[in-house]
């Protein structure tokens, strides 16, 4: 079963002295802070190993959409108010508050990720590695984002994927690959169709 954004990227996490987790966090922050608009090719692949391919487009504030690769009915997207999980297999959705959602780090670029997020080690001075959590919703489930230090990326940094975990403990990897920053992307490739049982996703 696909499940909405939420495994490993196979890299062993420890913890950092504090004054590198601050540097680290402060990288981030300029990263996300130079990023508008982003698109990726990305595989996402569940607990069990199963994974499917698709596209990923992003625009701040609040937009995402990840298009799966053709015969998966399955359509995430963020509108700007609400993220959605559309099963148009079944013709069912699903919302969450964006604020709520654990990509919310990547939409909202008036969250300090300061205030909810720590670095974490992978061992390897040009990756950084950053979790995200609300201590106050575990509901809201938890990510951490890996990140490579690149010359000529916003910020230095380019995106490498995430590891999200849901309430339930379901575990999700999303690796990225083939991504452009601060492109043009219209508001309307937010747009969705109302998910009926074996209706088109767009």
Known sequence: MIRPLTTSLGIALVTMPAAAAVDGLALVKAHLGAVDTMTADFEQIDRVGNSVRGVLTLKK???IRFQYEKGVPILVVADGKSLWFLDYQVGQKQRWPIANAPLGILLDPTKDATRFAKTVDTGDPRIISVEASDPRHPEYGRITMVFARIAGAPGGLMLQG??????????TTVRLANQRFNI????????FNEPRRGSPRN
């Open 61 to 63: 504030p609040g937009k």
């Open 162 to 171: 995430w590891v999200a975990l849901d309430a339930q403990n379901n575990r």
């Open 184 to 191: 043009a992307i219209p508001d309307n490739a937010f747009r």
